[in-house]
T-cell receptor, first 111, second 114 residues
Framework: DQQVKQNSPSLSVQEGRISILNCDYT??????FLWYKKYPAEGPTFLIS?????DKNEDGRFTVFLNKSAKHLSLHIVPSQPGDSAVYFC??????????FGTGTRLTIIP | KAGVTQTPRYLIKTRGQQVTLSCSPI?????VSWYQQTPGQGLQFLFE???????NKGNFPGRFSGRQFSNSRSEMNVSTLELGDSALYLC?????????????FGPGTRLTVL
């Protein structure tokens, strides 16, 4: 049972445009959500997080939006840069250290 | 500050063998979690250790076990290897393991079972 779903396995975006990565979850007990970025042959790198008491969190070019009623979160990258090409994972947990990950979306930025 | 290190980076084993993977967390971090990454399943949580105690466990068979030492270094052991155990094994460390604590991942150990 996939509690965190990333339905788009891949996404291509022109450099300078906005990249929007989506994630859906089914467990309403999740109270903390995170996005990780992964390059080949490296471990995931933390990008940005959001608590369930908020609906938006920004950090530079990265913004995460949370819609609790729809059980949906999204990551916006503006503007997209070639170095953003990677696999992006959303993850969630509820009060403990166990992260439940989505299956990832491969983002390709086209120069 | 040095990041999370994992050894070895690559391993090739045959079915039925056992394997031990090692993880050294960031200095000062007391929580170590292990994840398995496969193409079809993404990253799946194996277990988490804090102060030498397993606090949480994922849905993996008993062939998967781990431990943590007093210096917070952790090992993961897989016995009686099966072909399906071929995966990237990642460990992550954090200060306390609380949900709002950022987990920092190592580069992983790529295990291939033949």
């Amino acid at each position: 049972d996939q509690q965190v779903k990333q339905n788009s396995p891949s996404l291509s975006v022109q450099e300078g445009r906005i990249s929007i990565l989506n994630c859906d979850y089914t467990n309403s007990m999740f109270d903390y959500f995170l996005w990780y970025k992964k390059y080949p042959a490296e471990g995931p790198t933390f990008l940005i997080s959001i608590s369930s008491i908020k609906d938006k969190n920004e950090d530079g070019r990265f913004t995460v939006f949370l819609n609790k009623s729809a059980k949906h979160l999204s990551l916006h990258i503006v503007p997209s840069q070639p170095g953003d090409s990677a696999v992006y994972f959303c993850a969630a947990n509820f009060g403990n250290e166990k992260l439940t990950f989505g299956t990832g979306t491969r983002l390709t930025i086209i120069p | 500050k040095a990041g999370v290190t994992q050894t070895p980076r690559y391993l090739i084993k045959t079915r039925g063998q056992q394997v031990t993977l090692s993880c050294s967390p960031i200095s000062g971090h007391r929580s170590v979690s292990w994840y398995q990454q496969t193409p079809g399943q993404g990253l799946q949580f194996l277990f988490e250790y804090f102060s030498e105690t397993q606090r949480n466990k994922g849905n993996f068979p008993g062939r998967f076990s781990g431990r943590q030492f007093s210096n917070s270094r952790s090992e993961m052991n897989v016995s009686t290897l099966e072909l399906g155990d071929s995966a990237l094994y990642l460990c992550a460390s954090s200060l306390t393991g609380f949900s709002t604590d950022t987990q920092y991942f190592g580069p992983g150990t790529r295990l291939t079972v033949l």
